[in-house]
């Protein structure tokens, strides 16, 4: 699965430090790795060409789209529109947790936390030519915050005013404690054109592009099909340090295929330029192909050192018959994840086990003292469990039909109540259990349907349920699932964003990330720990508490992962010798090769 978490809160850094000095950048804990007079990004070719066009996917995995406003909950955006706006500052990809100047020259947090000072760059400007000030600032941070997608109001909950002190100056202040996350929050927020939406609605969707002040604007889309993006050649902050040998294509041409064995024959006939494959059994068995052979077609695995994230089949305990652990423990154990990896992965993939997989902050074996010491005044919310050995996935024998494993799952689901009668899992009542998987592509249903059958043995009533992705996307906006598979990706300075994910006040709220309907004061008091973290230690102790505190609640069936982007691409790009930390960046580091892009042949 691509990630779906790369446009909202994915972007959504840490901060901290009593600075009460304007400076270059903002970092969490410690100095920043780049000084002032840095001239460029440290992954970057600074003589990096540019030109041509690259024509691939957009990375979050949408198989259409019918707006171009991808900051409100409202449609379908199309991907990749961060493009077309700026922000006052902006991320550097080999640290955890630091940005940098671009809109704004300085930023000044206070000596107290509780508000940061924005000075910006006289020369900002918006594509048609309008001046970028302090009053597009404080507008935006307006229509975010009661306007906007549900992840940006939960982020800017407790960032409490956005104040104009001058054309290229605002000031955001902050209340509560929660604040260390909050000046870098503001700091990556997009900058909107205040004069286009007082022309314009902004909570509707629209196919109308957007006023935006970035590098790139919309020259040509087809709904659903096809979106085009130009470099603007008047681009204002072409020069700026942050962006010397970034954003080298001139045009980057985003299709839409409906599956992705449609996405592979593209790949194959030329019609695109670059493609991330998803699908392990494609990868080890589909590339077998003369241009690949000949080096025309290149194969490449680059690795990936952010965290993976938390990957798999989310339970919907909104639901009666998922509210009691032990079903939930149940379906946990008749999917056969070894059987899986082997035979249809080709063994590529590794167990997801945490909600920080691929991370420092993973929780492994029983809890620590430091860990302890915030467990214990939550032992009345908490299962026993949760103070013994992490909880980890169980491990079949691989024969797809492991019996042991499935007799303790029945043995689970007769206690909870649910009693074979007549070869169907019934309750007291008499109704049947039933488990449907819900989809939006048949590439999950060769995955789904052994996990369908062993289900069917315990005698439940499972089924799979494709819809078209327009439809997918409103039933999870609106939790009408059973079980939905998705992957959430976890920033490398984790904060405000768990309340999306886990917290219980966005339980309910339409649109929210928190699929499962988590709702746990235990829960809701870590990730206050971890926001109030003043030092990376004390951030890591309590993040492996609440993932050891999520994991014993096991709402969740875990998948996979791998620490790799497994890349397909014709060899007419150029790219920069080494590969940012925490990013692919295509986009933004790699260009045209001129003299390979002419000589290189197309098609299998």
């Known amino acids: 699965m691509r990630a779906v978490f790369a446009g909202a809160l994915g972007v959504l850094l ?26 460029r990004l440290p992954y970057v070719n600074p003589d990096a060409p540019k030109g041509g066009r690259i024509t691939t996917l957009g990375t979050a995995g949408r198989i259409t789209f019918d707006s171009l406003n991808g900051f409100i909950l409202k449609g379908v955006a199309a991907q990749e529109l961060t493009l077309l706006f700026d922000t006052l500052m902006v991320r550097n990809q080999n640290e955890p947790d630091a940005v940098y100047s671009l809109v704004a020259k300085t930023a000044d947090v206070a000596a107290d936390r509780m508000s940061v000072t924005f000075v910006l ?134 299709l839409y295929f409906r ?34 052979k000949e080096g025309r077609l290149i194969k490449e695995t680059l690795p990936d050192a952010r965290a993976s994230g938390a990957q798999g089949f989310f339970l919907n305990m909104r639901r009666d018959k998922f509210a009691d652990i032990r079903v939930r423990k149940a379906l946990d154990m008749a999917f056969d994840f070894e059987w899986t990896n082997k035979n249809l992965f080709f063994d590529a993939y590794k167990r997801t086990g945490s909600f920080f997989e691929n991370s420092v902050l993973r929780a492994s074996d029983k809890p620590t003292t430091e860990e302890l010491a915030l467990l214990q005044p939550l032992k009345d919310l908490l299962p026993a469990a949760t103070f013994d050995a992490v909880y980890e996935p169980p491990v079949s024998n691989g024969s797809g039909q492991d019996r042991k494993m499935l007799r303790k799952a029945a043995d689970l689901l007769g206690e ?119 030092d990376r230690k004390s951030l890591t102790v309590a993040a492996k508490t609440l993932d050891r505190v999520l994991r014993a609640e096991q709402f969740w069936v875990p998948q996979w992962y791998k620490g790799a982007h497994t890349l397909a691409y014709w060899n007419i790009f150029g790219k920069p010798e080494t590969k940012p930390r925490f990013a692919r960046a295509v986009f933004d580091t790699w260009w045209i090769d001129g003299a390979r892009a002419a000589s290189v042949k197309r098609g299998p």
């Open 259 to 292: 599956d992705r064995t449609a996405e592979l024959e593209a790949i194959k006939a030329g019609n695109l330029d670059l493609r991330e494959e998803f699908t392990s059994k494609s990868w080890a068995t589909e590339y077998d192909i003369p241009a690949v």
């Open 416 to 534: 909870a109540g649910w009693e074979v009668r007549n070869g169907t899992r019934v309750n007291a009542e008499g109704k049947p259990l039933t488990v449907e998987f819900l989809i939006f592509a048949p590439t999950f249903e060769r995955i789904i349907g052994p996990y369908v059958r062993n289900l069917k043995l315990l005698g439940i009533d499972a089924s799979i349920r494709q819809v078209e992705a327009a439809q997918y996307q409103e039933r999870l906006k609106n939790f009408d699932f059973d079980v939905a598979v998705q992957r959430f990706s976890m920033p490398e300075t984790p904060g405000v964003e768990l309340k999306a994910f886990f917290g219980s006040a966005n339980a309910e709220t339409p649109g929210s990330f928190n699929l499962a309907g988590i709702k746990n004061k235990a829960v809701d008091t870590l990730i206050e720990k971890i926001m109030q973290a003043e």
């Open 14 to 39: 840490a901060t901290g430090g009593a600075l009460a000095e304007p400076r270059h950048g903002i970092s969490a804990f410690g100095e920043l790795a780049l000084s002032e007079d840095f001239d």
């Open 121 to 254: 760059d006289e020369a900002a400007a918006f594509s048609d030519g309008s001046k970028l000030t302090a009053d597009d600032v404080c507008a935006t941070f307006g229509l975010l915050k009661d306007k906007g997608h549900p992840s940006y109001q939960i982020s800017l909950g407790d960032v409490e005013s956005c104040t104009v002190d001058g054309a290229n100056q605002a000031t955001y202040k902050f209340k509560g404690s929660n604040v260390r996350d909050l000046p870098a929050t503001v700091a990556v927020l997009p900058v909107f054109s205040k004069a286009f939406y007082e022309a314009n609605e902004f909570d509707k969707t629209t196919l109308a592009p957007p006023l935006g002040s970035g590098p790139y604007k919309v020259k040509q889309l087809k709904q659903g099909q096809f979106i085009t993006y130009e470099r603007r050649q008047d681009y204002w902050a072409k020069d700026k340090p942050v962006n010397r040998g970034r954003y080298n294509f001139d045009e980057i041409k985003l």
